[in-house]
C-alpha cells in the first residue's frame, strides 16, 4: 500500500510504502477512491499553529512518524472485521461511503454525549492515526461510514471536514431574525461551504462575505451572497456598518487571524456573536468591559459531532446544498497541494486520488 506521509515536521512529505491493513474487532477497512486536502494539513506538516507574537502551539506530539495525512475520506468498503459483521447494518462490502474522522475514545462522558470530536483521547483520523493521504485506511467501527448516495466523488469527501467545519459552525448562531445580515469572513473550502450551509439554515437572511482575494469574492457573488467585502481594505468595514445599519447579527471566522477576527468583531453589532473556526494563527485582544457593555460573545468551533454530520449529509443528499468547486489531483501531488494551500492560491476544495 503506498501513502504520502510526514517523515519529519516542516519537510515535504514523502511516499511510504507498507502492507494493506487487516481490520480486527470492530475496525473496518476502506479502499479510498478520494481523500481532500484540509489547511489543518498544513499545520500538522509544520507541526505548529502560530499563536502570535512569535509563539507557536506545539501539533507535533500524539502521533508517530511516519504519519499518514487525510481526515476528508471516501471510499468503498473493502473489509470487516470479526466483531464489525454485527454492527454492519445494511452496508455491505463494495459500497461506497465517506468516512466521519472525528472520533474520540468512546467511553468517556463527552462521547457519549456524542461530543467525541472535542474527546480528550482522541483517534482522529489523519490526525492523530493514519488517515487518508493512501489506498486503503482503518476505520474503528462500521458507525463511521456514511451514506454518500448520489453525491459526486471528491465533493462527498469535502464534507467529511470543510462540510461538518462549516455546518457545525453554523449551527452554533442563534437568534437570527428574517433579514439579519451574517457575516462569512475568509472564502477558502471552508468559507465557502460555510456560505451554502448558511442560504440552506437561513433562508431569510442576508449574507454577506468578507476576504482579501478578488477572486474568491467574486466567486462568492456566484454562489448566491448578498454583498462582498474586501477585508483587505479598511474602508469596506465602514461601509459594511452603513450597508447593514449598525452591524451583522453573526459573524463567522473561516479564517482565524489577528486581521481577520479584528475584521469580524468590527463588523459586529450590539449584541452580536462571532463564531472562530480558522487556526490561520495569532492573537486577539478586547477590553474585559465591552463584553457585558456591547454585549457581544465569541464562541470557538471545531468540526463537529457524528450527529450533526449525519444530519448534515441527510441535507446534502437531498439536494439543498449547492456545491463548491472540486478539483481532482493524483495522490502524489498531495506535497505540492500543501504549498498552494499555505500560499492561499487554492480556490474551493483539492482532493486526491490514489
Not at 509563539?55 to 481526515?71: A, E, M, Y
Request: with cysteine; aromatic share 6%; net charge neutral.
Amino acid at each position: 500500500m503506498k501513502s504520502q506521509a510526514i517523515v519529519a515536521y516542516g519537510q515535504p512529505l514523502q511516499e511510504v510504502a507498507g502492507e494493506v491493513p487487516t481490520p480486527s474487532g470492530t475496525e473496518v477497512l476502506v479502499k479510498i477512491t478520494r481523500c481532500g486536502v484540509c489547511h489543518s494539513d498544513v499545520h500538522l506538516q509544520d507541526g505548529y499553529v502560530d499563536i502570535g507574537d512569535g509563539d507557536k502551539l506545539d501539533w507535533s506530539r500524539g502521533r508517530t512518524l511516519p504519519h499518514t495525512l487525510g481526515h476528508e475520506i471516501e471510499g468503498t468498503l473493502a473489509a470487516v472485521g470479526p466483531e464489525a459483521k454485527a454492527h454492519l447494518g445494511s452496508r455491505a462490502v463494495g459500497e461506497r461511503f465517506v468516512v466521519f474522522p472525528w472520533i474520540g475514545c468512546g467511553d468517556c462522558p463527552t462521547c457519549k454525549r456524542d461530543a467525541e470530536h472535542i474527546c480528550l483521547k482522541p483517534r482522529q483520523l489523519g490526525i492523530q492515526v493514519a488517515g487518508g493521504y493512501a489506498e486503503y485506511v482503518l476505520v474503528p467501527h462500521p458507525k463511521y461510514l456514511l451514506d454518500a448516495t448520489g453525491v459526486p466523488e471528491g465533493l462527498a469527501a469535502a464534507y467529511m471536514c470543510s462540510g461538518i467545519t462549516a455546518y457545525s459552525a453554523l449551527k452554533k448562531i442563534r437568534d437570527i431574525a428574517p433579514g439579519d445580515p451574517i457575516l462569512i469572513v475568509g472564502l477558502g473550502g471552508v468559507g465557502m461551504m460555510g456560505l451554502q450551509f448558511a442560504r440552506a439554515l437561513f433562508p431569510e437572511a442576508r449574507l454577506l462575505a468578507a476576504d482579501i482575494d478578488q477572486r474568491k469574492l467574486d466567486a462568492a457573488m456566484s454562489a448566491g451572497a448578498h454583498a462582498v467585502y474586501n477585508s483587505k481594505d479598511a474602508d469596506t468595514l465602514k461601509q459594511l456598518k452603513v450597508d447593514t445599519g449598525g452591524g451583522v447579527a453573526a459573524a463567522v471566522d473561516f479564517v482565524g487571524s489577528t486581521p481577520s477576527l479584528n475584521y469580524a468583531n468590527g463588523a459586529l453589532r450590539r449584541g452580536g456573536a462571532i463564531v472562530v473556526v480558522g487556526l490561520f494563527g495569532g492573537k486577539f485582544a478586547a477590553p474585559i468591559p465591552s463584553f457585558p457593555g456591547r454585549p457581544f460573545s465569541i464562541i470557538g468551533s471545531y468540526t463537529g459531532p457524528l450527529g450533526e454530520t449525519i444530519e448534515m449529509m441527510e441535507l446534502v443528499r437531498a439536494g439543498k446544498i449547492a456545491p463548491i468547486p472540486i478539483e481532482t489531483r493524483p495522490l502524489d501531488q498531495a506535497n505540492a497541494t500543501l504549498d498552494q494551500l499555505r500560499a492561499g492560491s487554492i480556490v474551493g476544495r483539492v482532493v486526491l486520488r490514489p
